[in-house]
């Protein structure tokens, strides 16, 4: 099958990754490892589904800053064309802190991604497209939940495929599931991690959490760090390993998990061994530092 054109609407984010070498110094200075560069959860997915071939346009907000400027750059060397609505607040910013067992927790500043304005994305998608990907922190933001609701209302009136990538626990849970996924409506692809899709569905465990999630959607992909992933699309199950390599770094493997699925089926590949291309992704990922892997 041949490329599509793909938008993805997502968060402009600088990633500030830190990897203490020692205990933390409440009152002083810890030898450390940090890398600054290019973030965004939908940014890593959309580098991801450009690595497949894929025509990819990616649509945010962002400051007139130089954090701005590494992220177009970022986009610009993966092959993504960005098309940013430019703001008077600064760039968002998260701070990663990568424990000891590559699992790491998250400080985020969201700035000017809570300015995307719906007039702005309306305008970027008056171009035909074929999918439609949404961030699942725009579903999160109450200030910009209604421009990803509109987003994916264009793309069904267009006919358009669409995917949501649930993208954090903590804010699904004070958005409450009931309202991520009324914003979310019926979309094509859901992905999710593990806690994101008991969350979501209300229930005790993954085999449970995936049959709920697989009545609402088309399909539905959740990821599971070590154990692999799982998948449903209609009548069918499927699921793929993890690949067995050191873990430095777990920040972006979902993205680049999600992002790699999709590109696959959008080639019309079989969702078994898309999955199965997902998690070599996720790999290379997880084996580097951030989630460009350095």
């Not at 940090?34 to 346009?57: K, Q």
């Not at 067992?101 to 035909?128: H, I, K, W, Y």
């Not at 709920?212 to 699309?233: C, K, P, Y």
Request: proline residues 4%; aromatic residues 4%; hydrophobic residues 45%.
């Amino acid at each position: 099958m041949s490329a599509r054109r793909c938008v993805v609407l997502g968060d402009v984010m600088l990633d500030v990754v830190v990897q203490p070498n020692a205990p933390i110094q409440s009152t002083s200075d810890t030898p450390s490892k940090v890398h600054v560069t290019r973030g965004g959860s939908g940014a890593n997915l959309a580098v991801a589904l450009r690595a497949t071939g894929h025509d990819v346009i990616y649509v945010g907000a962002a400051g007139r800053d130089a954090a701005c400027e590494i992220f177009v750059k970022a986009l610009h060397r993966a092959g993504v064309t960005s098309e940013l609505e430019l703001v008077n607040d600064p760039t968002g910013t998260v701070v990663v802190l990568v424990g000891d067992n590559g699992q790491r927790s998250m400080l985020t500043d969201r700035g000017a991604n809570s300015r995307l304005s719906e007039a702005f994305v309306e305008e970027c998608l008056v171009a035909p497209f074929d999918h439609l990907h949404v961030s699942g922190y725009l579903l999160l933001d109450p200030a910009r939940r209604g421009v990803g609701e509109r987003a994916l209302a264009i793309a069904r009136e267009r006919g358009s495929s669409t995917s949501v990538d649930v993208c954090s626990v903590a804010p699904l849970r004070e958005t409450t599931a009931e309202v991520f996924l009324r914003s979310a409506g019926r979309v094509t692809q859901l992905f999710a991690n593990d806690e994101e899709a008991t969350t979501l569905a209300s229930s005790p465990d993954m085999t449970s959490a995936l049959e709920v999630l697989a009545s609402m959607f088309d399909e539905a992909i959740i990821t599971w760090g070590a154990n692999g992933a799982r998948g449903a699309a209609g009548a069918e199950r499927f699921s793929a390993p993890a690949r067995e390599v050191p873990v430095r770094d777990t920040t972006g493997a979902g993205d680049a998990a999600a992002g790699t699925y999709l590109g696959a089926r959008l080639h019309g590949v079989p969702p078994e061994p898309a999955l199965a291309s997902a998690m070599v992704a996720a790999a290379r990922t997880v084996t580097g530092f951030g989630a460009l892997g350095y």
